[in-house]
């Protein structure tokens, strides 16, 4: 009998092994947004934060509003995620969004900061406590086998600027340049637009940061350009059929209307980054790099260099790419709500 237990104990042990062994691992993830003055930051932390598969190590915010620090806590606290650390771009104003453009989309970040707040890590109030950006990245690639994170950059570049600038600390004994180097697999940035061309992300902000980052990232990096989302319409159906107890969802309506559609630029990215090319993506691109201008415009050069660099197409029509991601909402925020 003990022998018997010992040999099942035994057996039980191995299967397990072999059981770990053979499961997929779970997509080491950090996303940084700009989740201010488009309402697609939303969509993709939505994603981020209900697709199975993603182990979501950090938020780090790159538009310096309390209230984009504390949506993303809220929307974080909704998920499950209230453990998640975020980090932020310093000074923290209490800006709002106001659409001077075409005065049409309606602010969402202060809303879903005010009443999803519940689960957050982040008080009302207490944006100032979230981390300083920088250190958060040290501290979570310190702490990262070599060679597993992915970053999902749907914004601008001052936190990952800041991350190649920074030099030894208490996390790690390398420079920021040495510890993206080690620990990242892949940087999947949404700005640009390929081969050439000018896009918000890239000039919006602060267009020699974008070149810093983009021009001397020491590893892979995949772009999704303005072209790739910007006919991809989504959150229409997620607006009429999503839950209404879901933030993102009601991020959607207050910036586009009920039933209204937006391009979905930063949840196509981070679609990516969570799955690599899945049934939607393909490479646009046979070698060569991006480059940068110090005005914010880039242009895809043939040389290749010694990180690959690819840029995004997509291998289905803009129509399914916009359905299979208003579904991902759906059921996503379905699930959280349960
Ligand atoms: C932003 O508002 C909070 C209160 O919600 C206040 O404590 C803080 O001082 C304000 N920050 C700035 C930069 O005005
Ligand atoms: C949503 O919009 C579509 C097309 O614009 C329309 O056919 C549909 O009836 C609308 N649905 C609702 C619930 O308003
Ligand atoms: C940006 O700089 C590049 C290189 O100098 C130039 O070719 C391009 O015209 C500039 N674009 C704008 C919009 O100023
Ligand atoms: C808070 C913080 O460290 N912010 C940094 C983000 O990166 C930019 C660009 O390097 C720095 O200027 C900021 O100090």
Request: aromatic fraction near 10%.
């Given at each position: 009998m003990l022998f018997f237990t010992l040999v099942h104990s035994l057996t039980a042990l191995v299967c397990l092994g072999t059981l770990s062994n053979g499961a997929t691992p779970k997509k080491k993830l950090i996303i940084d947004t700009d989740m201010f003055s488009d309402v697609d930051d939303t969509g993709a932390l939505l994603l981020a934060s209900t697709e199975p598969s993603v182990d979501l190590l950090a938020v780090n915010v790159n538009y310096p509003s309390s209230y984009s620090v504390l949506a993303v806590g809220s929307m974080l606290g909704h998920y499950g995620y209230s453990d998640v650390p975020i980090g932020s771009l310093r000074p923290i104003m209490n800006d709002t969004f106001f659409?001077?453009?075409?005065?049409e989309n309606g602010e969402y970040a202060s809303k879903v900061s005010y009443h999803w707040g519940?689960?957050?890590s982040l008080a009302w109030g207490?944006?100032?406590?979230?981390?300083?950006p920088v250190k958060l990245y040290r501290k979570v690639l310190a702490e990262q086998d070599d060679n597993s994170v992915t970053i999902s950059s749907i914004g601008f570049f001052d936190n990952l600027s800041g991350l190649l600038e920074s030099t030894p600390d208490s996390y790690s004994d390398l420079s920021g340049h040495e510890l993206a180097k080690k620990k990242v697999k892949e940087l999947v940035i949404m700005g640009g637009q390929y081969p050439s061309g000018r896009e918000f992300n890239f000039y919006g902000c602060s267009p020699s940061v974008t070149a810093h980052v983009v021009n001397n990232w020491p590893g892979r990096m995949v772009f999704s350009g303005?072209?790739?989302?910007?006919?991809?319409?989504?959150a229409a159906r997620f607006t009429v059929e999503?839950?209404?107890?879901d933030p993102s969802r009601a991020a959607y309506e207050w910036y586009s209307g009920y039933n209204k559609t937006r391009p979905g630029w930063d949840p196509l990215t981070t679609l990516y980054a969570i799955?690599?090319?899945?049934d939607l993506f393909e490479f646009g691109n046979d070698g060569g790099h991006n480059y940068v201008y110090a005005n914010g415009s880039n242009v895809w050069l043939p040389e290749s260099k010694e990180y690959p660099q690819h840029y995004l197409k997509l291998k289905v029509s803009d129509e399914k790419a916009g359905k299979v991601l208003d579904q991902l909402f759906i059921d996503g925020a379905r699930q959280a709500c349960q």
């Open positions: 659409d001077d453009n075409t005065f519940s689960q957050s207490e944006a100032d406590k979230a981390w300083d303005h072209e790739l989302g910007i006919n991809v319409m989504t999503g839950p209404k107890c799955h690599g090319f899945g």
